[in-house]
């Protein structure tokens, strides 16, 4: 009675340890048996074998060419996980069965980053075409070398080279960058970010934008074009959030996202300053 209920305890654990079997999670880069293998067995053939067992099922078994009573027991699990008669005899079935799942086995496709999420509002649009334009983050940056110190129409051309859009250009590197990033997004059509002289007055705003603060910039938000005035010149650039701006300059000779508040500088005329926001 005893000896009925230790053979049904070990099936019970035999059983548990096939369905708990490791499954492979890299290609199997091994060979297989071309021969029989039964206990007592020696040899490469073994050493192939145990080398798939480990692989397959997670046998854990030393790779020694002497197919003993672990290598047998592991033979006789794998049969089982894979609806073979479990006879711990390692023959023509069993040699076609590890062919065939070393040769059907396919490696789980390696997880891909979540795609960023796509601009939905002006705002987002904006910053988005600001970012991708602008150094460090535009890719294309490294591409092209712009002439410092150049004439204007020089370095436009080299920047619609860069940016690869037709904005209508405005009368300052500035201007035309975040013209160009507007119009871009979409927002905007014929948006002139400043006016060819910094005496005359500001272009219209379009339609899709506001004038969200005057004097001041306030509390900014992602997407807001921020113009000013400053002694002899003028500046506009686009906020694009975490206390960054994305502009462009001849001095700097390409667009760039900087951290900085450039309108806080004490040559900026304080009363000119305007935050523009898409709607």
């Given at each position: 009675m005893a000896t009925i209920a230790s053979k049904i305890f070990e099936n019970i654990c035999e059983a548990l340890a096939t369905s708990t079997a490791a499954a492979p999670t890299t290609a199997y880069t091994g060979g297989l048996p071309s021969k029989t293998v039964k206990k007592g067995s020696h040899g490469t053939d073994v050493k192939h074998l145990q080398k798939f067992l480990n692989w397959c099922i997670g046998a854990g078994l030393k790779v020694d060419g002497a197919c003993g009573s672990k290598t047998v027991k592991a033979i006789k699990k794998f049969q089982k996980a894979y609806g073979l008669k479990a006879d711990g005899v390692f023959g023509s079935k069993s040699r076609a069965k590890a062919k065939s799942i070393v040769n059907g086995y396919k490696p789980a496709p390696a997880p891909q980053p979540a795609p960023a999420p796509t601009p939905t509002t002006n705002a987002q649009k904006i910053v988005a075409k600001a970012t991708e334009y602008a150094w460090p983050y535009?890719?294309?940056?490294?591409?092209?070398?712009?002439?410092?110190?150049?004439?204007?129409?020089?370095?436009?051309?080299?920047?619609?080279?860069?940016?690869?859009?037709?904005a209508k250009i405005s009368q300052t590197d500035c201007g035309y960058f975040v013209s160009t990033c507007v119009r871009a997004s979409g927002t905007s059509g014929s948006f002139l970010a400043l006016p060819s002289s910094y005496k005359k007055k500001y272009p219209k705003v379009p339609a899709t934008m506001y004038i969200a603060s005057k004097g001041g910039v306030g509390t900014l938000q992602p997407g807001d074009v921020i113009?000013?005035?400053k002694k002899g010149g003028q500046h506009v650039v686009v906020y694009i959030g975490d206390g960054k701006i994305a502009h462009a300059s001849r001095k700097h000779a390409f667009p760039r996202v900087s951290k900085s508040k450039p309108w806080n500088n004490s040559n900026v005329k304080k009363s000119t300053i305007q935050v523009l926001r898409a709607r």
């Open positions: 535009g890719t294309a940056a490294s591409k092209y070398k712009y002439p410092k110190g150049s004439a204007k129409s020089v370095y436009k051309s080299a920047l619609k080279k860069y940016m690869g859009k037709k113009r000013y005035r």
